[in-house]
């Protein structure tokens, strides 16, 4: 895979694949810049370099159809406020105004272009499409490692058309969750929390024989102490995964399951919360979080380890009462010397809120894209990298 330290960008037009897409407030405000934060290395080199930058990226999920909700151009604006430059934005993905748009820049200058997503011919992976926005740039860069799981035009066909590398962000998230997956330094905890523990077994499967301790929060605990044969009343529970877990349990998966939970009578601010042994769950109750003495579990496990890796809420985080589970374990991995890795969107927006993304060593970018390639898939964004 190429990298863009290789490429001579200077006075060049470089189509820049990036993955702006952050989250908003009810109020339409950015609440987790994290994507654009990590985005701004590649664009300060690009500039740095004298290489006109035209970025590209999709936001939410539009339906291939023009939406002012998913419009990028707030996005722009904070891209610009964060960087410290101008940076100027192009209400047109691929056509004439784009064209013109591209056409007009100079070396240094920094477009971003409205959303891919606007036009079917990006998930469609339209090969017509694809050629519009080659045509626009001389170089391709992608540093979109939370697209790279998706085989979409500006990801995939894009890079058979131009010379192409792989960004700065895509180059250290590779490396790094490379070596979690393959060689981490041990011994290794990974701490799973989040809703569904089947969208989580290809890491477990994969990371197994290289994981040393396997520490469960989140919903998806609750499936495994069912398995277990723990009663676990009214919680959410994925019921057809229940007799899986039930052998996997038994296959020595080094294993720790909450020993203490928070319950309630259900996810709301005004419920009365309760810290009970997660043997003793009330039949009208619902496990919501994590409770103290496992945090010290987790954490005194996570302390010994020379490599933490974190992905999904260990509780119902939207509400407070039930937040605090997660939260200690963030301020206690803040604390460890280890090497320690989060990712996944809803976590990484938890921890932002929190104020506690900076306690860890390394954040990936990445949700389905982390998980898929911790799994051991290929992605086809790299895989399109590697063969142009
Ligand atoms: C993400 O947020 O996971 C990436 O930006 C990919 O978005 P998608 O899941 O809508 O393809
Ligand atoms: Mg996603």
Redesign the pocket.
Known sequence: MKTLETLDVSGKRVIVRA?L?VSFRQDGTISDDFRLKAFLPTLRTLQDQGAVSLVFS?LG?PDGKPDEHFSLRPVAEQLSRLLGKDIRFVDETAGDRAQAAAQAARPGDILVFENLRFDPGEEANDPAFAKKIAQLGDLYVNDAF??CH?SHASVVEVPKLLPSAAGMLLVRGIATLTALRDNPERPLTVILGGAKISTKLPIVERMLPRTDAFCLGGALANTVLRAKGFRTGKSVIETTMVERMKQLAQDGMKLHLPEDVVVADGPTAEASVHTRPSAEVHDHEMILDIGPKTVEAFSDIAQKSKTVFWNGPLGWTELAAFSRGTEAIARRLGEIDGFTVVGG?DIVAALVNMGLIDKFKFVSTG???MLEFLAGKELPGVAALASS
């Open positions: 993955d897409n999709h999920r939370g697209v998706r969107g949700g389905g894209a």
